[in-house]
């Protein structure tokens, strides 16, 4: 099809936070990707810190981390499970981020003695972000989910940004502003004016939204959708009903239903007949719907209270389960309450085990029990980042006999720290943005499950991590029934420890997760959940 040129699509919300902006967002980019459009998204956060990598997960859920290591929202997750397509530090802004380059641009003297102000000079920053993605060609469509809810004292200089952004580009711009419509069970009836007063609110940043999206619990009305349109000034046709869905993965068949996309292409005055692409999308959701055979993993952590602390692992789990036709149900394991006297109880009857990322040494015994049993017990285990670390100081203590076996974050002062801190981190001070982060090669020995996962000897997954395997035990490990199986070509860093006399035993240094979607789950989890089918066989 032929390129258009780029447009912006602003997405914000109102009443409350929560409602889902960046499940529309990802649904609406798939509808369009469908349609043979190039499509982006990015994140505008309104908090102050520079991005949510030094955040508890329970204060803003998981960090995800992009492919060139930027630490970002959880929604840009959703977006490359949605669209298959890579984000980038382009696609994720936080007012942190934005202050802190207006005031560098200050100390360096650009203002030429100017008073810096709100506007135009964080409201020009703001607008140079979103425009960044646009200006490289590359994209029909920049959609921006603008974080908060209207009317949020943090979220008002990106209001007044995506005002202006409209007003310079006319209309090759357009606001979609998605809201509740609450059901109050008392009267029977759906009530539309928390929404009338959001879009009034909305009015007075001087943003007339072109479409409104509506969510809701039951159906609308088309006497509620001409009572929207009429109070809210919008076309009855932009006034798209947004119901609760059972799986997130079928909002992008609610939104073609209710004509989203079409909407969106009449209002840009863009001319298209072409018919949306869903073929495989369809497919996944219908064996998704439909699972042949179902396993019980466990998921051992510390952030389980916050079930968005492990948003990407979960949404794996559904990737690589419908892929082998089989629901996996997630038993949630508190690591902190995992002791010697209640594991053999807490992981009975699991036919797998994940032990979860995380930093610091709460919980860390609990995933070390949890290790051992798995190990002991051949049930097929899968560690991630900490988890995979756990795994090498549990075999340490109960296999090589090193009961003070440790890793330097956790005793900084163990005489047999199997896990150490990188060479290059023991001179940084400053938290944030200073871990080993993105994309980095992996290369896999291939008498390995690793390797038959892949079915490649090269590989490059995301990293985000201080730690890591100490290599002086490297030749005690390998000799002694846990074999590093993958290793970074360029400094010999261990990515990926086994036991191949284990039904299935993969600890790996990197995340897997963050590289998982609805179309190309990923290949470890694939392997995973194979061998839980066979362990529960």
């Known amino acids: 099809m032929n390129r258009i040129s780029t447009k912006y699509i602003f997405v914000t919300g109102g009443v409350t936070s929560s409602l889902g902006k960046g499940i529309i967002a990802a649904s609406l980019g798939k509808l369009l990707i469908s349609r043979g459009y190039k499509v982006t998204i990015q994140k505008l956060d309104p908090y102050i810190n520079i991005d949510p990598g030094t955040m508890n997960p329970y204060e803003h859920g998981e960090c995800y981390v992009t492919y060139d290591g930027a630490e970002t929202d959880l929604d840009l997750g959703h977006y490359e499970r949605f669209l298959a397509n890579k984000t980038s530090q382009a696609n994720n802004v936080t007012t942190g981020s934005i202050?802190?380059?207006?005031?560098?641009?200050?100390?360096?003297?650009?203002?030429?003695?100017?008073?810096?102000?709100i506007i135009p000079h964080i409201t020009d920053e703001i607008k140079r972000r979103i425009k960044i993605l646009g200006d490289t060609g590359e994209f029909d469509f920049v959609i921006t989910e603008i974080g908060g809810t209207v009317g949020d004292i943090e979220s008002l200089p990106y209001?007044?940004?995506?005002?202006?952004?409209?007003?310079?580009?006319?209309?090759?711009?357009?606001?979609?502003?998605?809201?509740?419509?609450?059901?109050?069970?008392?009267?029977?009836?759906?009530?539309?004016?928390?929404?009338?007063?959001?879009?009034?609110?909305?009015?007075?940043s001087g943003i007339q939204p072109d479409i409104l999206v509506c969510r809701t619990e039951h159906p609308l009305t088309e006497n509620i959708r001409q009572k929207?349109?009429?109070?809210?000034?919008?076309?009855?046709?932009?006034?798209?009903?947004?119901?609760?869905?059972?799986?997130?993965?079928?909002?992008?068949?609610?939104?073609?239903?209710?004509?989203?996309?079409?909407?969106?292409?009449?209002?840009?005055?863009?001319?298209?007949?072409a018919d949306v692409q869903l073929d495989k999308w369809n497919n996944f959701l219908f064996k998704l719907n439909n699972p042949k055979k179902e396993v019980n993993v466990g998921l051992v952590g510390k952030y389980i209270k916050l079930k968005d602390s492990y948003k990407s692992i979960c949404e794996a789990f559904i990737h690589s389960g419908t892929e082998k036709d089989c629901k996996v149900n997630i038993k949630w394991i508190h690591a902190e309450e995992l002791g010697d006297e209640n594991v053999n109880e807490s992981l009975k009857?699991?036919?797998?085990?994940?032990?979860?990322?995380?930093?610091?040494?709460?919980?860390i015994e609990g995933k070390i029990n949890a290790i051992r049993y798995v190990r002991e017990n051949n049930i097929p285990f899968f560690g991630i980042c900490?988890?995979?670390?756990?795994?090498?100081?549990?075999?340490?203590?109960?296999?090589?006999?090193?009961?003070?076996?440790?890793?330097?974050?956790?005793?900084?002062?163990?005489?047999?720290?199997?896990?150490?801190?990188?060479?290059?981190?023991k001179n940084v001070s400053n938290?944030?943005?200073?871990?080993?982060?993105?994309?980095?090669?992996?290369?896999?020995?291939?008498?390995?499950?690793?390797?038959?996962?892949?079915?490649?000897?090269?590989?490059?997954?995301?990293?985000?991590?201080?730690y890591e395997f100490n290599n002086?035990?490297?030749?005690?490990?390998?000799?002694?029934?846990?074999?590093?199986?993958?290793?970074?070509?360029?400094?010999?860093?261990?990515?990926?420890?086994?036991?191949?006399?284990?039904?299935?035993?993969?600890?790996?240094?990197?995340?897997?997760?963050?590289?998982?979607?609805?179309?190309?789950?990923?290949p470890l989890f694939n392997s995973f959940i194979e061998a839980c089918i066979i362990n529960k066989k």
């Open 99 to 117: 202050y802190q380059t207006v005031i560098d641009k200050e100390r360096k003297g650009d203002y030429l003695g100017k008073t810096v102000q």
């Open 159 to 204: 209001i007044e940004a995506v005002r202006q952004i409209k007003w310079e580009m006319q209309s090759s711009a357009i606001y979609i502003h998605l809201t509740l419509i609450p059901y109050l069970s008392a009267a029977g009836e759906l009530k539309t004016k928390p929404t009338q007063h959001s879009v009034k609110t909305l009015l007075e």
């Open 228 to 273: 929207i349109a009429l109070f809210c000034n919008v076309e009855k046709e932009a006034v798209i009903e947004s119901m609760d869905a059972k799986s997130i993965y079928e909002v992008p068949l609610l939104m073609q239903k209710e004509n989203l996309d079409k909407v969106i292409l009449k209002k840009l005055n863009i001319k298209d007949t």
């Open 349 to 363: 009857g699991l036919n797998g085990v994940l032990v979860a990322p995380g930093f610091g040494d709460r919980g």
């Open 386 to 425: 900490l988890g995979m670390q756990c795994a090498v100081i549990e075999f340490a203590r109960n296999v090589l006999k090193m009961p003070e076996a440790n890793s330097k974050e956790m005793n900084p002062n163990t005489d047999q720290p199997v896990i150490d801190i990188m060479e290059d981190q």
């Open 431 to 466: 938290k944030g943005g200073t871990m080993r982060l993105g994309e980095y090669n992996c290369t896999l020995e291939k008498n390995s499950y690793s390797f038959a996962a892949y079915k490649n000897i090269n590989i490059q997954e995301r990293h985000r991590h201080r």
């Open 472 to 522: 002086k035990y490297f030749d005690l490990y390998n000799s002694s029934g846990m074999h590093c199986v993958g290793k970074n070509p360029e400094n010999n860093l261990v990515e990926i420890i086994e036991i191949p006399n284990h039904p299935w035993f993969v600890g790996v240094q990197f995340h897997p997760e963050y590289s998982s979607n609805v179309l190309n789950p990923h």
